[in-house]
């Protein structure tokens, strides 16, 4: 694609009357492939991407054209932040000439620019000894870093450490407010007679339980599993002594042919009690089994299960509940 008449009269007048020391060969040709990218993004209608083109063109070859350029799509785009980046840049460049070209008049781009936008982004500069780090990750090459007002995390270095602070952004109004300071905080002491700094909690290796602590208090105590215990044992003897019962009172309605109710009423009382025991006996193995005991582990009393008096019981007591009929 050709390049237009402005764009190359403008990197002419970049290269040959800023001289080498403000514009470059090399920086003065890459600002200008930015600058057409930059044009081709304003007839699309992408504001948001041509502003920032601009700005940076303007950077590597400063030129009235693009300055005003760069403003002028900040405005479209309503970008606050680079807005008053570039109004602080244009306060630095010579006001033009009277009756100039608009396209290169940045004065009256800047103006609008800090008109609209004042409000809305503050600048934030490095204490002495630090160094704000932009998004990037790259060191900054500008004095202050714009950003939009209110809280906001910046990096800022200090020697060879890096720290991300958070820092209160506030308008820069009046315009010549000072910038906010942030600096990192000073690193620890350290030296003869100075305690060593505290290490910092291991975490602990993935996959890999975490040891118990003997003394801190947690899981059940193992009155509960005696108390299961007991209930089943006492549930036990309540069902042999209703299964014998149950039992007498069917021999009776065999011989007599009386007592049917009373008979069933035992039945009942008999098959009552061989629930509630099975219960109580499940409830205490699994219990005694799977439940984490206090100064203990999951398990340790399992083995002491009193289950024989219910496997002893259950056989009369089911005899009764299950073959008696009246």
Known sequence: MGRSPKLVAWVALALGSLGPATARADDAAQAGELYEQAMQAVAAEDYARAA????????LAP???????????????????????????????????SGSDPTSDHAAAAAAARQRFEGRAGCVRAAPGNVL?????SPSGEPV??????????????GARAVEVSVRVVPRVP??????VVAAPAEPPTGPGMPPPAPAPSAPTAGAPAAPDADAPGGLHPA??????????????????SGVDTL?????FVDSGEGADAGRAAQLRTNGLLVGTLGAAVGTVVLGVFTRWSGGTAGSEARAVP??????????GGACGLAARF
């Open 63 to 97: 030129a009235p054209v693009a300055l005003t350029s760069a403003l002028n799509a900040a405005l479209r785009a309503d970008d606050a932040v680079l807005g008053m980046e570039l109004v602080e840049r244009a306060a630095l460049r010579p006001a033009p000439p």
């Open 307 to 316: 289950v024989a008096p219910l496997l002893l019981a259950t056989p009369a």
């Open 145 to 158: 870093l714009w950003l939009a007002v209110g809280e906001q995390r910046v990096t800022v270095r200090r």
């Open 175 to 180: 315009a010549d407010a000072p910038c906010t």
């Open 52 to 59: 920032p083109l601009f700005a940076e063109a303007d950077r």
């Open 133 to 137: 780090v932009p998004r990037s990750g």
């Open 224 to 241: 509960f599993f005696g108390v299961g215990a007991g209930v089943t044992v006492a549930l036990a003897a309540g069902l042999v002594a």
């Open 248 to 252: 007498a009172k069917h021999r009776a």
